[in-house]
């Protein structure tokens, strides 16, 4: 199995394109470094020596809100923000904070859509490749179980998809340290779940943010690995993979504001932050129910590309 990931592994760096790819996350990281350095004066806001009594009246107005309020799910986001306030001037932790490394560390990661495009493309022509170029009846002559084969495919794909985000993570912290710099205390991230309000280290709170903003886009590069192995077609595969990468989203929020069974789509429940930086898309979703339904979809997923690719003929 080693032996297959590393034959999978060369031939995705002999292609130029993936170098490009590199490349140009880099580069976009910096530009959004240097846009963000630019307008800096108007990040950095100065603290209020009053803000202690200012959280406090913004609780009062947010708990006039909460009472008024018919919906569920905007009392929860009250009830949030509530917590957040009361803990902080509890603690003595004033809500604006001078804009640092870690802060960079975190708005870069919307950069994440962009590494899921490059990965998704990968994945789509990982196994339609050889199919187009001919190399799959090479590689199926030899006595290796097809199953290996395509779960190589798979791991080369995930661990590609590692790689991006391992770039994206420490190329941003060292351009963040270059241009704004350490913060000059520890500060933590302040976590709030099921009615509490805990501290995080916010280098471990940034890890979990990466991994958890990057589900949806392990989910759609696997349905993209399925379509590559079920069709043989990449173009189809990169095609539908992108449409839903850049407006599932939007139509699952639009199709939420009607139908309690939007809550069972994929795009409802890869965004796991909902239950620690939001609200639930649909009242009464949990971060299990949403697991299960994740692992349902991607047991979907491999099942098909697995069943349709050792039973698929490549003789002619």
């Known amino acids: 199995m080693i032996n297959l990931i590393k034959n999978e592994w060369m031939k995705i760096f002999r292609r130029p394109g993936t170098m490009v790819m590199i490349i140009i996350l880099i580069l976009s990281l910096t530009l959004v470094g240097i846009v963000i350095k630019s307008q800096q004066k108007n990040i950095d806001i100065q603290q209020d020596k009053n803000w202690q009594q200012i959280l406090q009246e913004e609780n009062n107005a947010l708990k006039q809100q909460m009472v008024k309020s018919q919906n569920n799910t905007e009392k929860q986001y009250f009830k949030k923000e509530i917590a957040i306030n009361d803990y902080r001037i509890k603690h003595d932790m004033p809500p604006k904070e ?16 962009l590494a899921g495009v490059f990965i998704i493309i990968v994945s789509a022509g ?63 991230y302040l976590n709030y779940y099921n009615g509490h309000v805990t501290e995080q280290n916010i280098v471990v709170h940034l890890l979990i943010y990466y991994g958890l903003s990057s589900i949806d886009t392990i989910m759609l590069v696997t349905m993209a690995f399925m379509i590559s192995a079920v069709f043989r077609n990449s173009s189809l595969a990169i095609g539908l993979s992108l449409f839903l990468l850049f407006t599932g989203g939007q139509f699952t929020a639009l199709l939420a504001m009607k139908f309690d069974w939007a809550k069972y789509l994929l795009f409802a429940n890869t965004d796991l932050m909902q239950y620690f930086e939001g609200t639930p898309l649909v009242e009464g979703m949990t971060i299990p129910f949403s697991i299960t339904i994740l692992i349902i979809y991607f047991a979907l997923f491999m099942f098909l590309a697995f069943y349709v690719f050792k039973k698929r003929d490549v003789a002619a």
């Open 126 to 188: 990982i196994v339609a490749s050889e199919f187009n170029w001919g190399t799959i009846k090479l590689l199926l002559i030899r006595p290796i179980n097809r199953s290996k084969i395509l779960l190589a495919k798979y791991f080369t794909v995930l661990l590609f998809a590692i790689l991006m985000l391992a770039i994206m993570f420490v190329f941003s912290g060292i351009l963040g340290a270059i241009l704004f710099g350490l913060p000059d205390r520890a500060v933590p």
């Open 98 to 113: 001078k804009y640092s490394v870690w802060s960079f560390v975190k708005d870069s990661s919307q950069l994440i859509m």
